[in-house]
T-cell receptor
Framework: KAGVTQTPRYLIKTRGQQVTLSCSPISGHRSVSWYQQTPGQGLQFLFEYFSETQRNKGNFPGRFSGRQFSNSRSEMNVSTLELGDSALYLCASSLGPPDEAFFGQGTRLTVV | AQKITQTQPGMFVQEKEAVTLDCTYDTSDPSYGLFWYKQPSSGEMIFLIYQGSYDQQNATEGRYSLNFQKARKSANLVISASQLGDSAMYFC?????????????????FGTGTLLAVQP
């Protein structure tokens, strides 16, 4: 059974650009959550989707957005990138809340 | 306010010895779950063990056990017989409202982590 797949694994972008990260959950899982991990702030919750609906949102500016498709795959978008957006972005999937979450390997974004 | 505290930034342990990683939490929700994850240098978060707030017994999973002291709001991870492959970052995390299906969420609140180094 395939795990959570995040693409791309590594990304370098320039300040002001926008970026889209993708997450394919484990087959059958309908819940996807996103987290940002930085050395300074640690792991912070971004948002959570279940059956294409955003159920919960963390304390991030509106530049951070996401969506979930009918096949449960999810994307997150960051517009007008800032240097501080450099981080490891982790996606987690589960059958549905509050089941155990399985994480992907993350997308490491570097903003220069 | 909901919070997870891990006071040990780094720990050393000799191979084959046991080690305890500390975690304290704060929540006003009577229904919550506590998790431990391992994060190797590759970045993936690997689930280790789970303890529900209403569970009567401490959780165990192979070499991992969770020392749950509800009154002290602590959920320490014990790794027995440490192996070189256990060297990684370890995160304690909490989820609230685990017994409320209507308002259930997968949102996890993480501690700052403990970097464990197992020495041969």
């Amino acid at each position: 059974k395939a795990g959570v797949t995040q693409t791309p694994r590594y990304l370098i972008k320039t300040r002001g650009q926008q970026v889209t990260l993708s997450c394919s959950p484990i087959s059958g899982h309908r819940s996807v959550s996103w987290y940002q991990q930085t050395p300074g702030q640690g792991l912070q919750f971004l948002f959570e989707y279940f059956s294409e609906t955003q159920r919960n949102k963390g304390n991030f500016p509106g530049r951070f957005s996401g969506r979930q498709f009918s096949n449960s795959r999810s994307e997150m978008n960051v517009s007008t990138l800032e240097l501080g957006d450099s981080a490891l972005y982790l996606c987690a999937s589960s059958l549905g809340p509050p089941d155990e979450a399985f994480f992907g390997q993350g997308t490491r974004l570097t903003v220069v | 306010a909901q919070k997870i505290t891990q006071t040990q930034p780094g720990m050393f342990v000799q191979e084959k010895e046991a080690v305890t990683l500390d975690c304290t939490y704060d929540t006003s929700d009577p229904s919550y779950g506590l998790f431990w994850y391992k994060q190797p240098s590759s970045g993936e978060m690997i689930f280790l063990i789970y303890q529900g707030s209403y569970d009567q017994q401490n959780a165990t999973e192979g070499r991992y056990s969770l020392n749950f002291q509800k009154a002290r709001k602590s959920a320490n991870l014990v790794i027995s017989a440490s192996q070189l492959g256990d060297s990684a970052m370890y995160f304690c995390a909490m989820r609230e409202g685990v017994n409320q299906p209507a308002g259930a969420t997968n949102k996890l609140i993480f501690g700052t982590g403990t970097l464990l180094a197992v020495q041969p």
